[in-house]
C-alpha cells in the first residue's frame, strides 16, 4: 500500500469512529430526559418512576432535577395517605414541570332551621369575593376538581329567626359543621381542616 492509500483507509477509519461517537451521544441524550420539578403542593411527596421503580422524594417549595429514561407519564405522584387531594403535573416549559393538587370534591351544604332563605358569600385562594343572589335552603354549592388552596364560605339568615348551618364535605366525608342564629362562615385549608 502506498502512502495515499494508507491516508484515505486512515481517514476513513477515523470518520466512521468519530461518526460512531456521534450516534452513540446522540442514542443516549435521546434516552436520558432531563427534567425539573416543583413542589408548590404543601406537603413532601415521592416522585414515582413506574418503569424503574425509582424513588425521589421532593419537599414542600423544593425543586429536583430528575434525569431519567422516561417521559413525564412515567412518573407518578405519591403524598401522605391522609391528604384528600389528587396529585398531578402540570407543565410550566420546556421540560419543566410543577407538582399540583386538586381536590376532587369539595361540597358546602347549606341548610336552615326556621329558616328558608340566606346570602351566601364565596371567596377563593385569590381572594375574589363572589356573592350568590338569595338562595334557598336547603343549598348545595359543589366543585370537582377545584383547586383552591384556601376557601371560605359564609350564610347570613335573611329571615332574622331561627338559625343557619354550613356542612362542609370533601369526597363525601364531612371535614366541619358550623351552625349559628344569624350568619356562619366556613373558612379553612384544603384539605378541610378548619381555621
Known sequence: MNNSTIGTVMKAVFALLLGSLFLFACKKSKS???????????????????????RTAIGTGETRQITTASEIGNLSIEAP??????????????????????LEVLEYRISGNGTKTAKVSFTDDKGAKVDLPTVVLPHIISYKKY???????SADNLEGQG???IQVL??????????????????????????
Open 32 to 54: 436520558e430526559l432531563k427534567m425539573e420539578i416543583h413542589n408548590t403542593t404543601g406537603v413532601a411527596l415521592v416522585l414515582v418512576n413506574n418503569q424503574n421503580g425509582q
Open 81 to 102: 395517605a391522609s391528604d384528600l387531594r389528587t396529585f398531578e403535573f402540570e407543565r410550566t416549559g420546556d421540560r419543566q414541570y410543577t407538582a399540583i393538587a386538586y
Open 147 to 153: 383547586a383552591l388552596n384556601k376557601w371560605s364560605l
Open 163 to 165: 338559625s343557619i348551618s
Open 170 to 195: 370533601v369526597k363525601g366525608k364531612v371535614k366541619s359543621e358550623l351552625s349559628g342564629p344569624q350568619a356562619v362562615a366556613a373558612s379553612g385549608t384544603i384539605d378541610g381542616a378548619t381555621q
